[in-house]
Nanobody, 120 residues
Framework: QVQLVESGGGLVQPGGSLRLSCAAS????????MGWYRQAPGKGRELVAV???????NYADSVKGRFTISRDNAKNTVYLQMNSLKPEDTAVYYC??????????????WGQGTQVTVSS
């Protein structure tokens, strides 16, 4: 079993910053891509940023220049630094990870989601 536990969401004023964290734990052999997605009310889930273990990061156009994804592979943790937040960034943010388990099986996992609200 593998769990993804997110933290760092909350309420922030426009122009403010938040840092999300997502820690993976359990029967992990390795983790390939880790990333963040979000879902606003009444909308589908969309990619925010993804970071392969050895490749190029990818950002949604709407967050380029404002959000930064990073990883600590030793801690199996991915972060999302969000600056210059806008009301349209309001959503539930989900962590995602492509995990190779200790049994050498590749499984895609989702976190439970953390709410980010940008409002004055």
């Amino acid at each position: 079993q593998v769990q993804l536990v997110e933290s760092g969401g909350g309420l922030v004023q426009p122009g403010g910053s938040l840092r999300l964290s997502c820690a993976a734990s359990g029967t992990i052999f390795s983790i390939d891509t880790m990333g963040w997605y979000r879902q606003a009310p009444g909308k589908g889930r969309e990619l925010v940023a993804v970071m392969p273990s050895g490749g190029t990061t990818n950002y949604a156009d709407s967050v380029k220049g404002r959000f930064t994804i990073s990883r600590d592979n030793a801690k199996n943790t991915v972060y999302l630094q969000m600056n210059s937040l806008k009301p349209e960034d309001t959503a539930v943010y989900y962590c995602n990870a492509d995990v190779v388990t200790s049994f050498k099986v590749r499984i895609n996992y989702w976190g439970q989601g953390t709410q980010v609200t940008v409002s004055s």
